[in-house]
């Protein structure tokens, strides 16, 4: 029987040296793992938010707990990444948002409709500081 040319605690030590990902390969990983977000995905999402005030209200509160809850779990997963990329660089996060939209959204790619959809939430709102959402 062979040994090992590299024990466990070996392979261990050899990938604490290395330095870390940049944050922007973990980004695109994340992203990538999730699949890509479609504009079906975001077509059910609008038609919900704009047929249910309830749902909506739940929306703007949190996005993710309610898409959660509304068995979109996948578009969920999604908006926690948004959310958790706008948390760590808000003005970066909000510099990718377009601010006008001019003959509706059919060149706007769905990421960047997901995020006009989230800044227009309380939830965003209250993490800049403003009670006046709504």
């Known amino acids: ?53 309830a749902f909506k209200e739940r929306f703007e509160d949190d996005p993710v707990a309610a898409t959660e809850t509304a068995g979109f779990r996948r578009l969920a997963a999604h908006l926690q990444r948004e959310l958790e990329e706008f948390l760590a660089t808000p003005e970066e996060w909000l510099a990718s948002v377009p601010e006008v939209v001019a003959h509706g959204p059919g060149g706007v790619p769905p990421e960047a409709r997901l995020r006009m959809l989230l800044v227009a939430t309380k939830m965003v709102a209250r993490a800049f500081g403003r009670d006046d959402a709504g």
């Open 1 to 53: 029987m062979r040994s090992k040319p590299y024990d466990d605690e070996r392979v261990a030590a050899l990938l604490r040296c290395l330095r870390p990902a940049p944050a922007a390969w973990v980004a695109r990983a994340k992203r990538v793992a999730l699949g890509p977000l479609t504009d079906a995905d975001l077509a059910e999402l609008t038609q919900k938010l704009e047929l249910e005030p």
